[in-house]
Structures are given as structure tokens and as C-alpha cells.
């Protein structure tokens, strides 16, 4: 053993005799020093530093998320991916409103690029948060042209979603959301063209991008969406089938696994009134109604659900019937929603639509004046006062009749009107066309009326031509009713015209006194059928040269105004008799004074005081 361990230390000696210490140690430190120019610098391309500085400037972003609004993102993220419809309505109607006014009143929430660490890059929270994004930008700010492209980009991206997964979509948004989808759509839609259509404030970058935008919010485009959504739902046979009476197995076989699903089911629904709109702004109003064939107008129907679109559904569908010339059925569907809106005044406040519903019923009460005095009649007693009182000046006009009623006509008109569009842009890529569009008036042209491209004023030449024809009817049914019989020659010398001009005008009055309208009772008709009716109670007939006059009033109703008040007034009385009567305070001092003991005999009631509901005396 003792000679093996030599051998070893021996072997270990010849061994570092042979070790080169230069190459086992190396020249670490003895090569002379370091040379910055042998070494090159790095090569970063432009698309990498922007791509730093747009991290760099969403980290900045990020940090002036108030922490509050963080944790509501990723509370409002928690509840879409748990389906949790409370949550989520709390948070969309609430929270999101709520911090609106708090943080962003003014501003641009945070980009979804920012906030999307907040949610794991979550794509389709990230695609329902841009749709709240751009309404706010919409509502409060004013977008430029590129929120325009791409608030369009984000609902394609959305529909696309909806439409074209593999089968329905794991998702449930409460039915709010849902019909604020379907109107944010259509307004950003309505609002693009209105802004498309006004070339000359259009600067050379917006020019080129029209040019260039190609479908961007095109009415076709818009169509084939709601069309789609009608479409996928089925939404038009759920109703007829509904409408047979068919069971829930049948109808969920009839609509398929898309039509069964609550989200389907409400956008196919909002689609339909979406419709209505849409035909309306493009000027279809036929077409307009006809979409709404299967929807019931009561308040029993789905859309009642939601206050908003149960106020346009009845606000476009009147204006239809208006723009028809079907008054009473216009006056009716007015009527209807008004004392709706009435009756529901009180919640409607706690609504952050609540601004947004009082408009339209104030636009709806310019309409119900316009067809009242078109078409007289004394359908609701209380809504005709309101509208008086809002637009008794005008309405006086109206009334009266003749060329001086026009400007009143004119101006109500175009205050309860929608906005209308034109279905095709300008030619944007045709530079000579365009330039001879926005080429300005020759100066003999300076008073001329408006651009014929102007769909508004269109509709309004077509609603004045017709009010124009009926001017002279309200002055001689104002002499009609002062005699049972009169000379034709009589009545022409009256109005200072000739015999067979005032022929024409009684002719014309007869024509104006007869309209079509839906018979009571026919809700589950459609909104096109319809009977042709007498609005006017006074009616005539002419032999040899002799009018003949009969009238039929029609007086009020006293007998029901009566049963109802006295059964609200016997219900008032009964709930009051029922009411307890309220406890004395225990355990408070009173003041020295002598009560009388429980067991005496009760006084006679005091004959002074203030009467109160149970039937004691309030002292003064």
C-alpha cells in the first residue's frame, strides 16, 4: 500500500512538470486593454422603439388608473366570465355610470390595451369593453374620424363573434345591454352618415381615408347585421309560433339551439325594432312597418322590458303612420306610450336614460299636435292638454288652417322628426364629382332652398305638400257647422272664391275626412292592415247646387269617467280604513298634564283641527 502511494505522489509530480501554466491559467488581464470601437452597437429597427415607446407609454397610462376603477374592471370581468347576470347588471347600469361621472366625465376612459392586463388579455371582454368605450366617446366627447373606423371595426368584430363561432356562444348579457348594443349600433351608424354627407368641412387626411374606407358604415352593411341576427335567432318563427299557441317543446324544436338561447333570442328581437329604425332614417316607412308584422304593440310584449325601447318602438312606428297619412293611427300609438310614460314618470328618473326618454316624448307630444290638428279628434283628454300646453302657439296656427299654418307645421316638423340619412356617400372617390358637389352657389342661386340631397328637407317638402293641400279644409268646416243646408253660391261668396273653386275644396275636404286606420281590437294583425274610416263628424252631401249638412257629435262619456273615479276613490277609502292607526311613543316624558284614565268614557271630537286620513283632528 505504502509503494502504491508513491507511485501515486510520483505520478503526480511528473505530471505538474509537464503542465503548461500559460495555457491552464490563460492571459486573462494581460492583453492590453479594452477597445470601445471593436465593439458594435446594437441594431434596433424603427417598428421595435415604437413598439417601446407605445409599451412604455401604456405603463404610464396604467399608473393613472385610479385603483378603484381597477378593481371594478377586474370585478366587471369576473362576472362576464361567471355569466352572472346580476353582477354584470349591477356593473353596467351602476358601477360603469357611476365612475363615468367621477373620473372620465371629460375624458376617455382607459384604452382597452391598457386596462387588458387588468383581464388576462381576455378578447372578448376587451371587444365588450371597446363597445362602452367608444358609446362614452359618442356620448360626452367629440370622436374623430379615426373613432368612427374603429368603433365600426369593434362591432364587427363582435357580431362576427356572435354569428360565426361554432355554434351559440357561451354568454349572457342582461337584456339592457343587449337592446343599448343594437341602438348604439344604429346611432353610430346614423351619426357617420349625417357626418359623411358634410364634404366641405372635410380636411384632405379624412378625404383620402373616405375614399379609402370602402364598406365602413355602409346601410348595407348595417342591414346584413340585423338581418343576420333576425335570421340566426329565428326570431320571426318563435313569435308565430307563440302566436299559435304551440308548446315550449314545439316552439324550442321549431327555433333551434340559437333561438333557445336567451342571448339570440333578445338580439334577434332588438334587431327587428332596430329594423324599424333603420328603414325609417332611409326613408321606407312602409318596409319600416312591415318588419314589425309578428311584434304585438302592447304591453305584454317583450320590448316593454326595456323602457327605452318600448319608447322608440311606439315613437317610430307613430311617425310611420304620420308619414302614411294614417292619423288616428298615428294619434292612437302616441296616445298609447305617452300615458305610459306618464303613469311610469316616477322611475323613469332613477333611469340614466331618464333624459334620453323625456326628449322623445316631448318630440312624440309636437307629433300628437301635428296629427291633432290634421285629423281632430278627442281620444285622451290628458294628453292632448299637455301637448296644448307645450305647444299651444303653434298649435293655434295649425288649427286655423291656411298658408300661415305652414311655418308651424314646418317648425314642429322638423323638431319631432328623425334625423334622416341618405343611403349612398358622397362620391369621395371621384374627385370631379365631389368638387362639382361643393362647388358654392352662383350668386342668382344664393336664395335657393336647400341641397335636394338633403334627406330631411325632403321629407319635409313631401309632409308640407300634403299639409298644403288640406290648408283651406279647417275654415270651410268652420262655416259647415253653422248651417243644416246652404247655397253653393251662398258658401263661395263666404270665401271669396268662385262656385266650382269652392266645389274643389269641398271635394278635397271629403277626401281629407277619410283615412285608413286599423280596426280596435286588431293588435295581432299587422301594422299595414287596415280599414278605411271617417275622422271627422261632420259630413255632407251635395244636390243642385245645395249643401246639406248633418253633424254627428259624439259627447263624452261621463258614465265611465265616473265608474272610474269611484272606484279609485273607493279603493283610496278602503286602503285608509285598512291603514293602522299610529302607536304613541313609548317610554318619553310627557308634560305634567292630568290624562284622563283608560276607562273613561271617550269625548266628542274636537270640532276644531285639521282633518287626517284616519278620521281624527290634527290640532293646529
Not at 35 to 60: G, K, N, R, S, V
Not at 190 to 199: A, E
Not at 247 to 259: F, L, N, Q, W
Request: glycine content about 4%; charged content about 20%.
Amino acid at each position: 500500500m505504502a509503494q502504491q502511494r508513491m507511485a501515486l505522489w510520483a505520478a503526480e509530480a511528473d505530471i505538474d512538470e509537464d503542465v503548461d501554466l500559460h495555457l491552464a491559467i490563460g492571459n486573462y488581464g494581460q492583453s492590453g486593454h479594452f477597445e470601445d470601437a471593436q465593439i458594435q452597437a446594437p441594431q434596433i429597427d424603427e417598428a421595435t422603439i415604437l413598439a417601446m415607446q407605445q409599451h412604455m407609454a401604456q405603463q404610464a397610462a396604467f399608473s393613472q388608473i385610479p385603483d378603484v376603477v381597477k378593481a371594478f374592471i377586474v370585478h366587471f370581468h369576473q362576472a362576464v366570465l361567471d355569466n352572472n347576470l346580476a353582477e354584470i347588471t349591477i356593473a353596467y347600469e351602476s358601477g360603469w355610470n357611476k365612475y363615468t361621472e367621477k373620473f372620465y366625465s371629460k375624458s376617455e376612459w382607459p384604452e382597452a390595451e391598457v386596462i387588458a392586463p387588468l383581464v388576462n388579455d381576455d378578447p372578448i371582454f376587451l371587444i365588450l369593453y371597446r363597445e362602452l368605450y367608444y358609446r362614452h366617446v359618442y356620448s360626452r366627447l367629440q370622436p374623430n374620424i379615426d373613432d368612427r373606423f374603429h368603433s365600426y371595426e369593434n362591432s364587427c368584430e363582435l357580431f362576427n363573434y356572435l354569428l360565426n363561432s361554432e355554434g351559440p356562444v357561451q354568454l349572457e348579457l342582461p337584456e339592457q345591454w343587449l337592446w343599448d348594443i343594437i341602438d348604439e349600433f344604429i346611432y353610430q351608424f346614423q351619426v357617420f352618415c349625417t357626418w359623411r354627407s358634410k364634404v366641405k368641412s372635410k380636411t384632405e387626411d379624412e378625404l383620402m381615408m373616405l375614399a379609402d374606407g370602402g364598406p365602413v358604415w355602409s346601410s348595407y352593411s348595417v342591414l346584413n347585421v340585423l338581418y343576420s341576427l333576425i335570421q340566426k335567432s329565428r326570431i320571426n318563427e318563435h313569435l308565430i309560433a307563440q302566436q299559435e299557441g304551440k308548446t315550449p317543446e314545439e316552439i324550442a324544436e321549431i327555433i333551434g339551439d340559437y333561438g333557445q338561447r336567451p342571448l339570440y333570442r333578445n338580439l334577434g328581437y332588438f334587431s327587428l325594432v332596430g329594423l324599424l329604425r333603420v328603414h325609417v332614417l332611409l326613408g321606407d316607412f312602409t318596409l319600416a312597418l312591415k318588419v314589425m308584422e309578428n311584434v304585438e304593440l302592447n304591453q305584454k310584449s317583450p320590448f316593454t322590458r326595456v323602457t327605452a325601447c318600448h319608447v322608440a318602438t311606439y315613437y317610430y312606428v307613430g311617425f310611420c303612420y304620420v308619414m302614411l297619412r294614417r292619423y288616428p293611427d298615428a294619434i292612437r300609438t302616441f296616445v298609447n306610450v305617452l300615458n305610459f310614460i306618464m303613469r311610469m314618470r316616477q322611475y323613469h328618473t332613477r333611469s340614466y336614460q331618464y333624459d334620453q326618454i323625456s326628449k322623445t316624448a316631448d318630440r312624440m307630444y309636437a307629433l300628437f299636435a301635428v296629427c291633432n290638428a290634421l285629423s281632430p279628434s278627442r281620444l285622451d283628454d290628458n294628453v292632448a292638454n299637455i301637448s296644448k300646453e307645450r305647444y299651444g302657439e303653434q298649435f293655434a296656427k295649425m288649427a286655423r288652417g291656411g298658408e300661415e299654418s305652414l311655418p308651424a307645421f314646418e317648425e314642429l316638423f322638423l323638431y319631432a322628426c328623425p334625423k334622416f340619412i341618405t343611403a349612398n356617400p358622397p362620391p369621395y372617390d371621384d374627385p370631379a364629382a365631389l368638387s362639382a358637389l361643393v362647388a358654392p352657389p352662383s350668386p342668382i342661386d344664393s336664395s335657393a332652398p336647400p341641397s335636394p340631397t338633403d334627406p330631411t328637407h325632403r321629407h319635409l317638402s313631401l309632409f308640407l305638400a300634403d299639409v298644403a293641400a288640406q290648408a283651406p279644409v279647417p275654415t270651410l268646416r268652420s262655416f259647415l257647422r253653422l248651417y243644416t243646408s246652404l247655397g253653393a253660391a251662398k258658401l263661395a261668396n263666404f270665401l271669396d272664391v268662385d262656385e266650382e273653386e269652392i266645389v274643389q275644396e269641398m271635394m278635397l275636404m271629403k277626401q281629407a275626412s277619410k283615412s285608413v286606420s286599423r280596426v280596435a281590437g286588431s293588435e295581432r294583425g299587422s301594422l299595414l292592415d287596415g280599414e278605411t274610416i271617417t275622422t271627422s263628424d261632420l259630413n255632407f252631401v251635395i244636390a243642385e247646387n245645395m249643401v246639406h249638412i248633418t253633424e254627428s257629435t259624439i259627447g263624452r262619456r261621463y258614465a265611465g269617467w265616473f265608474i272610474k273615479n269611484t272606484e279609485r276613490t273607493a279603493r283610496i277609502y278602503d286602503d285608509l280604513k285598512n291603514m293602522p292607526l299610529p302607536q304613541p311613543a313609548k317610554n318619553v316624558a310627557t308634560p305634567s298634564v292630568v290624562s284622563p284614565s283608560a276607562d273613561a268614557p271617550s269625548k266628542a271630537p274636537r270640532t276644531g283641527g285639521q282633518k287626517v286620513a284616519w278620521g281624527g283632528a290634527k290640532v293646529a
